[in-house]
């Protein structure tokens, strides 16, 4: 069982940056991706970057892309994301998830936006912009 712990949440202004990071009880070849979820007060859950862990690619939805990096930190062994440019939109609930590997199995199957295809969820770090 992948138990994940994200953290780096807090309060910013707008126009500041944050950096949040997710440490995952094992980086095995049982992930497949690891994304970076957010949900703001009375909205869904929207997926808003995601990475694959071995061919390094990243996925970034419209509202964050060219804002937010999403990335494997090897010496640390967590996914971090790295937030600029923040706004008041950006207030929300962040959390962390992990696919497992069979989701990799068929190729182009695999959306990476879509909750059902994670497994493994952190219990989420609050950001605030104001």
């Known amino acids: 069982h992948v138990q994940l712990v994200e953290s780096g949440g807090g309060s910013v202004q707008a126009g500041g940056s944050l950096r949040l990071s997710c440490g995952a009880s094992?980086?095995?070849?049982?992930?497949?991706?690891m994304a970076w979820f957010r949900q703001a007060p009375g909205k869904e859950r929207e997926a808003i970057a995601t990475?694959?862990?071995?061919?390094?690619?990243?996925y970034y939805a419209a509202s964050v892309e060219g804002r937010f990096i999403v990335s494997k930190n090897y010496a640390m062994s967590t996914v971090d994301l790295q937030m600029n440019s923040l706004q008041p939109e950006d207030t929300a609930m962040y959390y962390c998830a992990a696919a497992p590997a069979c989701m990799g199995w068929v190729p182009g199957a695999f959306s990476g936006a879509a909750e059902s295809e994670y497994k493994h969820w952190g219990p989420g770090t609050q950001v605030t912009v104001s």
């Open positions: 094992t980086y095995t070849y049982s992930i497949y991706s």
């Open positions: 990475i694959y862990l071995t061919s390094g690619g990243t």
